[in-house]
């Protein structure tokens, strides 16, 4: 085959024009210069201008119209640029000269096919053979200097879909059935096919063979699929098989690309794609230009990878750059990544972003690591055909803070109700701090503090005392609740001198308090103060108050709490800094601006006048605060425990989406006895008629297998005892477990302790039974 | 702070997206290969590939898990214009004995006439209710009025959003104070157009969805954060379960995690690779503008995530 220079790889532009009716089928002439379209209303000749199509004959001549004309098929003979063929919907097949002198080009009219024709195709090298393959199931191979076919194939089977000949065997051509079979024959043996085998389940629409004559046949069918065989071993072999999103009705090879050929559909997609056959799952190139289906592809040039033609029903016939080609897998994310529940990562990457820069897109802000002479531009084919994904799990180790361990503990471990006030604060509180969350500890402390005020409208029960009586009482009695709740933490930090400090504190006796790295910690959440600071003030303070003596007048009174920084700062403190976690120690001074202010905040904190409201706003945004941290489990628990000297503060639907949120996560922990105690003691209506939905059980009594319609142990069908557990035959009250498959079943301990052994049904009914 | 654990995925083509389910103990992924295979935490903490099938004929994009309320049931969407909905079946003890389990189709979704990009369930209290997104711009949210019916769906509303669609991304709050939402990424390169993220926000009283373009319009939309250490494009990022976490995933096949400080400083707290090795410029600090105000803290944070999603934004 003769060797031709390629015309257009850089000029050229995707154009198109609008024919007068759809086209069936689209061919180029040799020398890539003009493309004829025919189809059931058309037979027009463009020229391919630079960048427009011209529109040079119309070959549709003649007053009546005539069925000759109506082509499913079309093709330019390779060697003679003056003669074409096309196969008519009548049967006709038809060639045409364009030398000739008259309007009408038509040379010959073989019409011995009985039904459409589908195919025409001229011999690649032999300028005087053309074959033909029609609905009515045979091909004829004509002599254009003869006025019949010279042989007739008859395939024995149903339509013939398409016929090709080799680019490599001169006497060979392929045939693709309507049943899905594929045909060898020898042009010279029209008695008998050479090989046939079955490519595709359904109709086979289109072969091709490989230009670069290696045997390669390409075949696309109704199934949606692409195969390449390789025909030269002695039994076709299926090597590549590419699947599409729609039966195939064209395929071609594309020139000068060993592995790549483009695809249209005749059904639903419009669009063309081109294929590298080693990556069969997404198309290398796209041509989305078309309205409706594609009837026709061609490769303009047969040594230019770069320029497609195509015509459409849409009427319309198109030049496609490969440039403008979009590139789905580009669009492609070649990522996936996914948080956990608990905090572990799933990646998945392409292999080659993960190992090394190869793959490595550049991007306009420049990595500046290399310098831009180290890429050598890869072959784009071959990084597009070596693909795959690495896929890993980050697991954060178990002291990883973003795990969500605390989560599940707290959430086991809080205690929301059941106990008062202050022991279920002080509760929470050594829950928070054991998990290490010195922030969350001391806040729960503060609530107890602030809230535990006898001059609380509402107390807890034993806090009952007289709002207007021993004022320095109360405050002596507060110190000492709180000082008991330091020498708590301490308990679990310092171990050594516990005893010391615990009668210290009980007393009242502090004349000298060690542990202050503990209190240090307590008051600002992380042991991230400057500790001499901290440490003379928390000593002043505990000295004042062996001092403390019960004065009656006022002024002792606020100069004591002055040097109790302790109580009030946090919750002060709080709205300013809005979040005081572990990792940012630098972020965190107290100057001495701020010291004075927290001072005087706290005077007004002891004033007997203060009710709890003067907290409200504080806590308020604390909850606020921590929800927006997405620690939602601290706002709803300090929500319940609080209950009423804080809900009114909080609007009800907040109140309600931190309850929705809290439930969630809780059920996503599979947590479900916490989630439903929440539900229970949550006052929103919305939130406690949750667990009132679907609470009915339909149960059939484990004897005679029939509903049990009336309530009590006893089915009254069978007059037996329902649930009665089959391990040890007593009634079972609480909870019942029981098989689904064979409905035997009983105390859950006991059927637990039976399948430990066995896994049969403890009730001897031989089932096997199976639990979830 | 993490340990990188490899699982041969056996995809025999890119994987497109990675998906835990709501209890975080199964894994879904989905590849170009057209398949989706399904993985199991194992006692042991080790993945187990318990199901591998094929499910489109074309590249699937997304996978994505229901709320297990309504069964074990996965989306899934692809370039061959379909969305898919699949239910495992318990109780084929034939497949159980070689550990897989059994996936079904239970309905394929057609309306799209392009690939379809992105697939999502909506929270569990909207019922039973599925968005997809197509490349060319159209939202569609499927609703299967009967739970216990998975095979049947119908289109309740299809939202046009002019450019082509990438992802999508339900408002996850449950809250009556913000009704259902959902933000839209484009994908389209054309840099003139904006709005290369929207948010719809489900109108009860109208019964229709209402757009919020992602200009400064009904809907404020604030930039908490900048990050651009990936130097490359950004593919995927995923937030933790209390949305005080964020990974990013970009072209340099690394995950970054990012943490806001009690400024609400974004900061990049640790850089992930796949083979555990160290990263070149792990001490890179992550240029993270200072962010202002704090709207509500979900829909906010649901909205970045989609706008990041949406590479080309």
Known sequence: ?772 | MFVARSIAADHKDLIHDVSYDFHGRRMATCSSDQSVKVWDKSDDGEWHCTASWKTHSGSVWRVTWAHPEFGQVLASCSFDRTAAVWEEIVGESNDKQRGLSHWIKRTTLVDSRTSVTDVKFAPKHMGLVLATCSADGVVRIYEAPDVMNLSQWSLQHEISCKLSCSCISWNPSSSRAHPPMIAVGSDDNNVTYSGKVQIYEYNENTRRESTTSSGPTKFEVQVMAQFDSHNSQVWRVSWNITSTLLASSGDDGCVRLWKANYMDNWKCTGILRGDGSPVNGSSVQGAALGAVGSGGAQTQNSVVGAASAGRYV
């Not at chain 1, 993960?354 to 897109?361: F, V």
């Open chain 1, 1 to 772: 085959m003769e060797k031709m220079s390629c015309p257009s790889t850089v000029s050229g532009r995707t154009m198109f024009c609008h024919l007068d009716a759809p086209a069936n089928a689209i061919s180029v002439c040799r020398d890539a210069t003009q493309v004829v379209v025919a189809g059931r209303n058309i037979f027009k000749i463009y020229a391919l201008e630079e960048d427009s199509f011209v529109e040079r004959l119309n070959l549709r001549v003649g007053r009546k119209p005539s069925l000759n004309f109506s082509c499913a098929d079309v093709m330019w003979h390779q060697m003679e640029e003056n003669l074409l063929a096309t196969a008519a919907t009548n049967g006709a097949v038809v060639t045409w000269n364009l030398a000739r002198p008259c309007r009408n080009k038509q040379e010959h009219l073989f019409t011995e096919h009985k039904r459409t024709v589908n195919k025409v195709c001229f011999h690649p090298t032999e300028v005087h053979m053309l074959l033909s393959g029609s609905q009515d199931g045979f091909m004829k191979c004509f002599d254009l200097r003869k006025k019949e076919s010279v042989s007739t194939f008859s395939g024995q089977s149903e339509s013939v879909r398409d016929v090709q000949f080799s680019m490599k065997d001169y006497f060979t051509f392929a045939a693709s059935f309507e049943n899905g079979n594929v045909q060898l024959w020898d042009i010279r043996r029209p008695d008998r096919y050479e090989r046939m085998f079955t490519a595709h389940t359904g109709p086979v629409f289109c072969c091709d063979w490989h230009p670069e004559d290696r045997g390669w046949l390409a075949t696309g069918g109704r199934d949606k699929m692409v195969k390449v065989w390789d025909m030269t071993t002695n039994r076709a072999k299926e090597i590549y098989c590419v699947q599409t999103i729609a039966s195939v009705a064209r395929v071609k090879w594309r020139p000068e690309r060993r592995w790549h050929l483009a695809t249209c559909s005749m059904m639903v997609d419009h669009n063309i794609y081109v294929w590298d056959v080693r990556r069969p799952f997404i198309p290398f190139a796209t041509f989305e230009e078309h309205k409706d289906v594609t009837t026709g592809i061609v490769w303009r040039h047969q040594h230019d990878p770069y320029v497609l033609l195509s015509g459409s029903k849409d009427s319309t016939l198109y030049q496609h750059m490969f440039k403008d080609a979009s590139r789905p897998v580009d669009r492609a994310n070649p990522e996936g990544l996914c948080f956990g529940l608990f905090g572990d990562l799933a990646f998945a990457a392409k292999e080659s972003l993960m190992t090394g820069e190869a793959g490595r897109k550049p991007y306009p802000a420049g990595d500046r690591r290399y310098p831009i002479f180290f890429f050598k531009k890869p072959d784009v084919t071959e990084q597009f055909a070596q693909v795959a994904s690495a896929l890993s799990v980050f697991e954060s180790e178990s002291d990883g803070s973003s795990r969500m361990d605390w989560f599940i503990k707290t959430a086991r471990r809080y205690l929301l109700s059941g106990k008062p006030f202050a022991e279920l604060c002080d509760h929470n509180a050594k829950v928070a701090k054991e998990l290490n969350r010195p922030q969350v500890s001391t806040t729960w402390t503060m609530l107890r503090i602030m809230f535990s005020d006898p001059g609380n409208p509402a107390p807890p029960a034993n806090h009952n005392m007289s709002k207007l009586g021993n004022i320095p009482l109360m405050n002596s009695f507060n110190l000492k609740e709180m000082s008991s709740a330091l020498n708590e933490r301490n308990k679990e930090n310092r171990q050594d001198n516990l005893h010391n400090l615990e009668t210290n504190l009980n007393n009242d006796e502090n004349e000298e308090t060690e542990g202050s790295d503990g209190q240090a910690e307590y008051l600002f959440g992380d042991a991230e103060l400057d500790d001499d600071d901290l440490y003379s003030m928390e000593h002043e303070n505990q000295a004042e108050e062996a001092e403390f003596s019960l004065p009656q007048e006022a002024f002792p009174l606020r100069h004591e709490i002055v040097d109790h920084p302790a109580a009030p700062e946090p919750p002060a403190e709080k709205p300013e800094s809005p979040q005081v976690s572990g990792s940012e120690a630098e972020s965190f001074c107290l100057t001495p601006m701020e010291s004075f202010s927290l001072i005087s905040v706290s005077q007004l904190l002891y004033q007997p006048q203060l009710t709890p409201s003067f907290f409200s706003p504080v806590v308020r945004e604390m909850l606020d605060h921590y929800a927006e941290q997405g620690d939602v489990q601290m706002a709803v628990s300090v929500l319940i425990v609080l209950g009423d000297r804080i809900r009114k503060e909080i609007d009800e639907l907040t109140q309600e989406h931190w309850y929705m949120s809290y439930i969630d996560l809780l059920q996503r922990f599979e947590l479900w006895n916490v989630s439903n105690e929440v539900i229970k003691l949550s006052t929103c209506s919305a939130i406690t008629c949750l667990n009132q939905a679907s609470t009915t059980l339909h149960i059939n009594c484990s004897n005679c297998k029939r509903p049990m319609s009336n309530k009590g142990w006893i089915c009254d069908r069978c007059h037996q005892c329902a649930s009665v557990c089959a391990v040890c035959h007593h009634v079972v009250k609480g909870l019942f477990v029981w098989c689904q498959g064979c409905s035997h079943g009983g105390h859950l301990e006991h059927v637990m302790e039976w399948l430990k052994s066995s896994n049969h049904c403890p009730a001897g009914c031989g089932h096997l039974c199976e639990y979830t």
